[in-house]
């Protein structure tokens, strides 16, 4: 007995040290499969947003925390200027900043763009890790190394923490996950040190991402399933309620958060469940200090003054809403109760390409084969149904929903797919190898003409009447020492024969497990070879730096790197630079000149004004943009080398954006045929439109594949002062407006000479 209890502790050892190491393994695959973007162009930030957060970061580790909280930039937004320390979710910024300071208190010398770039990597790992420990507690640690090695490589995740990616989401997961591995941990086991540990990742993840609302909302509806369900207890309350009052009230100490996390209704369903489970524990209560008769009527008053307190408090709350045009909800939270919310009323929000819904490709590019891995999971989950299988059943479903109606959420749904993906991985795996494993010794006892069969009918049968021939030998044995000891023996042995009858009866055949296997391996690789092209291809490629590949090779287009340094080394730090919103980050963070909008988008009125001006004729774009002070307009043509994300596409939502501020501005005018068209056919308002640069020669926009309808002009209150190498960024100065002459006399018409008149009108003709 000692020496079986010190081989199993011996091989409980082994396997947590077995586990350690492949969990190292799969943070270094984590970090490592996201740094193709380093390797095949370089150490850059990406995208449009990382760069405000770059340029934050920059701020913070050079003036200290104090002065990031009360920075007010005045080169965004002008004339109007932002506060950026109560505008931004720190939780990343403060992240960066403290792990440079670290570096550099080591004398380890990077700087603060190289951590940036490194920072999503990092915690990707973190991530992986959270996940086993997450999935662990629900399923164990085979399960759990399974769906960490998944969420390491799943396309989704990676496409928001390559290399460079220096987004919110890129900490954000990782606190999203641990969150939920806290609170399944503290409602397995009840303690409170769990509980406050929980409540203190929920408040990084409200530092880090505005995406808590999900966590605080996914929650109470977890909690009030279990009470439904008649699952409550103890520990359910030790799991929630902490979270409730202490995750509150740190989420109050983040500027951007404030009273929001007591005052919009994205919270409220929260602090409803709070109410209904002091009402359950109360209950739970007197029924244990009171006799049946006495509980009746005590509950019947408990219940009657819990639903006064709730109409009460619903009544409050009704009235709050009420008082909000919005009913208390966020525009983006509106968008994900009714998808078409944004498309009718914000137009603003439903110009972000990641703001659309995805299409069914977009599913298999981001998660692939977990998508058919995921039913079975669910089913792994209910045998046995617990707390934590009921909460990853309900993740699951949540995330399914959210990611689609909007693709950005693909993200949240992807930690939930590798998590029932890797645990139907694990059971699969357990019983195709237990098949296997019951089958060898019989197949090495059995003679060949038995070992042939391969049915489970002809292995189960004899395997079932081996065990009852030895149960009977057994019993016999038994008998001739003691009447006593054989019915304690029959007691002992005749569950553990009906539980090995039952093993022995799930067994599959030989050949079907072995089939089984070698398909679930090439699944796996099939996934594995999927998520590294799609972090060396699909995700790894800088949207600042853009390349194509020809017969003759790779092609590299570095224009907007080109256009901004040139602002930065040839116009006075004080000019102020248009744009339409999507280049407002890149422009403050790379030329250091102050923009009229970027990629905030706050103040819908401003984007309008703007929108407003780029679909305007030239004369009246000139004099929006004189009123803003602004000096310099920036412009993106991708016609030339066929760079889709210009700005002649996203012209619609300037259209819609600045047509909802300014009635003046009506979509109809700009449409032939229900179709924004830029070819000869195209409406005359379209046409004159400032957006519309100057272009010389045939001007066939390889993009819409079309010829430009307006050509061979020149622009009066405009003049072209740059344009990158390839055409794809163009920036034109505004000239000065005409001094006015007092005193000067016109000419009469009487006085003017016939010829002289002729021949300016023969000057003044379009030569082409």
Not at 111 to 136: G, N
Not at 194 to 210: D, P
Request: proline share 5%; aromatic share 12%.
């Amino acid at each position: 007995m000692a020496a079986t209890d010190a081989q199993t502790s011996l091989r409980h050892a082994f396997g947590n040290v077995l586990a350690f190491f492949i969990l190292i393994l799969i943070g270094v695959l984590a970090f490592s499969i996201r740094l193709f973007s380093v390797i095949k162009y370089e150490s850059v930030i990406h995208e449009f947003d990382p760069y405000f957060n770059y340029r934050v970061t920059q701020f913070l580790t050079k003036n200290g925390i104090y002065d990031f909280w009360n920075w007010f930039d005045d080169r965004t937004w002008y004339p109007l200027g932002r506060v950026i320390g109560g505008t931004v979710y720190p939780g990343l910024t403060l992240t960066a900043g403290t792990l440079w300071w670290i570096l550099n208190s080591l004398n380890i010398p990077l700087s603060v763009e190289t951590v940036c770039v490194f920072t999503a990597p990092i915690f990707s790992a973190f991530a992986s890790w959270a996940t086993y420990l997450l999935t662990k507690e629900v399923k164990g640690p085979g399960a759990g190394l399974t769906a960490a090695v998944l969420l390491a490589m799943v396309p989704s995740y990676i496409s928001r923490s390559v290399a460079g990616s220096y987004d919110n989401e890129a900490v954000a997961i990782f606190a999203l996950i641990f969150t939920f591995y806290l609170y399944i941990k503290t409602l397995n086991t009840g303690s409170l040190f769990y509980a406050t540990l929980n409540s203190i990742a929920y408040f990084y993840m409200v530092c880090s991402w505005g995406g808590y609302t999900f966590i605080i909302n996914l929650i109470p509806m977890h909690a009030l399933l279990c009470i439904v369900t008649g699952r409550y207890s103890s520990r359910l309350y030790i799991a929630y309620a902490p979270l409730i009052v202490l995750g509150t009230l740190l989420a109050a100490l983040v500027p951007v958060v404030g009273f929001n996390a007591v005052m919009t209704s994205e919270h409220f369903a929260s602090f409803l469940v709070f109410i209904l489970i002091h009402v359950v524990a109360l209950v739970y209560y007197i029924k244990g200090i009171l006799s049946p008769k006495m509980f009746k009527v005590a509950v019947a008053l408990v219940v009657s003054g819990g639903l006064a307190v709730c109409f009460a408090m619903i009544a409050v709350l009704v009235a709050m809403v009420a008082s909000s045009p919005t009913m208390g909800w966020s525009g983006r939270s509106l968008s994900l109760l009714d998808p078409t919310y944004a498309s009718k009323y914000i137009p603003i929000i439903a110009s972000v390409s990641e703001h659309q819904p995805p299409t069914w490709p977009s599913y298999f590019m981001d998660i692939n084969v977990l998508a058919f891995l995921v039913p079975a999971g669910i089913i792994a989950c209910f045998s046995p149904l617990s707390d934590a299988s009921s909460f990853v059943i309900l993740y699951i479903v949540t995330s399914v929903y959210f990611s689609g109606v909007m693709v950005r959420l693909m993200l949240v749904l992807a930690p939930a797919a590798c998590i029932l993906s890797g645990i139907a991985l694990s059971q699969a795996f357990d019983v195709f190898t237990r098949s296997i494993k019951l089958q060898l010794p019989s197949l090495s006892i059995d003679s060949p003409v038995d070992a042939g069969d391969g049915s489970s009918e002809s292995v189960v049968p004899d395997d079932t009447v081996k065990t009852d021939k030895t149960e009977d030998t057994q019993k016999e044995r038994t008998s001739k020492k003691s009447r006593s000891r054989k019915s304690s023996s029959e007691s002992v042995e005749k569950p553990s024969s009906k539980s090995q009858i039952k093993k022995r009866l799930s067994v599959l055949p030989l050949e079907t497990s072995i089939i089984a296997i070698v398909l679930l391996v090439l699944l796996g690789a099939f996934y594995v070879v999927h998520s590294v092209w799609a972090a060396a291809e699909a995700y790894s490629a800088p949207s600042i730096v853009l390349t194509s590949h020809s017969h003759d090779g790779l092609h590299v287009f570095d224009d907007f790197r080109e256009a901004y340094a040139w602002l930065s080394h040839n116009t006075e730090v004080d000019d102020k630079v248009a744009s339409w919103w999507d280049y407002g980050y890149q422009t403050t963070a790379m030329a250091n000149r102050t923009v009229i909008v970027d990629n905030n988008t706050w103040n819908n009125t401003h984007i309008a004004t703007v929108g407003t001006a780029m679909s305007s004729p030239e004369k009246a774009a000139w004099e929006i943009f004189h009123s803003l002070d602004v000096k310099y307009v920036l412009v993106v043509f991708g016609g030339l080398v066929g760079y889709p994300s210009d700005d002649i596409n996203k012209f619609l939502w300037m259209v819609r954006i600045g047509g909802g501020v300014f009635p003046h501005i009506k979509e109809p005018d700009y449409l032939r045929d229900g179709q924004y068209r830029i070819d000869n056919m195209a409406t005359p308002t379209m046409l004159n439109c400032l957006i519309f640069v100057e272009t010389d020669g045939k001007a066939f926009d390889r993009v819409r594949r079309t010829e430009i309808g307006k050509k061979h002009f020149k622009l009066t209150h405009f003049e072209e002062v740059f344009t990158t190498h390839h055409w794809m960024v163009r920036i034109y100065k505004l000239k000065p407006p005409k001094n006015r002459i007092r005193g000067k006399t016109k000419k009469s018409k009487s006085k003017a000479n016939p010829k002289t008149v002729s021949k300016r009108k023969e000057l003044k003709r379009n030569p082409f």
